[in-house]
T-cell receptor, first 109, second 117 residues
Framework: QKEVEQNSGPLSVPEGAIASLNCTYS??????FFWYRQYSGKSPELIMS????GDKEDGRFTAQLNKASQYVSLLIRDSQPSDSATYLC?????????FGGGTRLMVKP | NAGVTQTPKFRILKIGQSMTLQCTQD?????MYWYRQDPGMGLKLIYY???????DKGEVPNGYNVSRSTTEDFPLRLELAAPSQTSVYFC????????????????FGPGTRLTVT
């Protein structure tokens, strides 16, 4: 069983819509959760971190965490073509940061 | 600050050759990491270091070696290149807060694309 699971996509949304990216994890003891954005051919870039249950908002991005369900999500409001990228979910498990395989997001003008 | 820098950007190796991937950070971060990313896959941790002189294995260390003689530099050595080592390699660093609490917020270099044929 993979420790961090994401739907590989692609997830296609029209410009201006809300994109919803989901991630599940297996380690119930995980306390730290991150979302990275990776443009094609580039390195991952940290965009959100979340440590407590609930929502955390930063501009057009909202991270949501539900530890009971072992579920973390990223919402992107007013999606723009420049948001088209692969989004990697990362979870601290066993003192290591474990990455999911990523979800490819395509925002169509 | 340049952040995390990696050299070379691209490299083609023949089977059995050796090479060193260089990684340098200028943020005075104690923690440094090496990952590999295969096409369409997530990142797999190869080795990490919690400070100069201290290194430890990650998830996929076989075929690689590291050293950490300074805070800034964390080179990754491939001794006998194999086709299975064809991948993109990323170096990353992170900082610890006062009291030694690790943030796990990692900052990545631009990557080295390695092909072994």
């Amino acid at each position: 069983q993979k420790e961090v699971e994401q739907n590989s996509g692609p997830l296609s949304v029209p410009e201006g819509a809300i994109a919803s990216l989901n991630c599940t994890y297996s380690d119930r003891g995980s306390q730290s959760f991150f979302w990275y954005r990776q443009y094609s051919g580039k390195s991952p870039e940290l965009i959100m971190s979340i440590y407590s249950n609930g929502d955390k908002e930063d501009g057009r991005f909202t991270a949501q965490l539900n530890k009971a369900s072992q579920y973390v999500s990223l919402l992107i409001r007013d999606s723009q073509p420049s948001d088209s990228a692969t989004y990697l979910c990362a979870v601290v498990a066993g003192n290591m940061l474990t990455f999911g395989g990523g979800t490819r997001l395509m925002v169509k003008p | 600050n340049a952040g995390v820098t990696q050299t070379p950007k691209f490299r083609i190796l023949k089977i059995g050759q050796s090479m060193t991937l260089q990684c340098t950070q200028d943020m005075n971060h104690n923690y440094m990491y090496w990952y590999r990313q295969d096409p369409g896959m997530g990142l797999k941790l190869i080795y990490y270091s919690v400070g100069a002189g201290i290194t430890d294995k990650g998830e996929v260390p076989n075929g690689y070696n590291v050293s950490r003689s300074t805070t800034e530099d964390f080179p990754l050595r491939l001794e006998l290149a194999a086709p299975s080592q064809t991948s993109v390699y990323f170096c990353a660093s992170s900082f610890d807060l006062a009291g030694g609490l690790l943030t796990y917020e990692q900052y990545f270099g631009p990557g080295t694309r390695l092909t072994v044929t």
